[in-house]
Nanobody
């Protein structure tokens, strides 16, 4: 059972930056596609960004494109979401999720749907004030 732990997050004023990291307890994330999701109060969970298991192909929801960057660390033990130019509507609980691609072709694609992920972190709060 893969246990994901998010770290980082916190509070910042609009225009600032935060970083959230996702790591697996006792394991690497080498063969997993990783997704970052967020859920704001009263809203549905949405995918923010994802990175494929092979070749680190990335994707972003349009509202965060050019502001957020997802990457793996060199040891492939963590996935980092760097969030710049933060806005109040970025306020949410952020979750990382890990999934194993079901086909060879999907190894170089982002998994964008919640059902494609098998493991979830507990979530971490990001708050952006105006």
């Amino acid at each position: 059972q893969l246990q994901l732990v998010e770290s980082g997050g916190g509070s910042v004023q609009a225009g600032g930056s935060l970083r959230v990291s996702c790591a697996a307890s006792g394991s690497t994330l080498d063969y997993y596609a990783i997704g970052w999701f967020r859920q704001a109060p009263g809203k549905e969970r949405e995918m923010v960004s994802c990175i494929s298991s092979k070749d680190d192909i990335t994707d972003y929801v349009p509202s965060v494109k050019d502001r957020f960057t997802v990457s793996r660390d060199n040891a492939r033990r963590a996935v980092i979401l760097q969030m710049d130019s933060l806005r109040p509507d970025d306020t949410a609980v952020y979750y990382c999720a890990a999934g194993i691609p079901s086909t060879v072709a999907s190894m170089t694609k982002c998994l964008t749907q919640t059902f494609e992920y098998d493991y979830w972190g507990q979530g971490i709060q990001v708050a952006v004030s105006s």
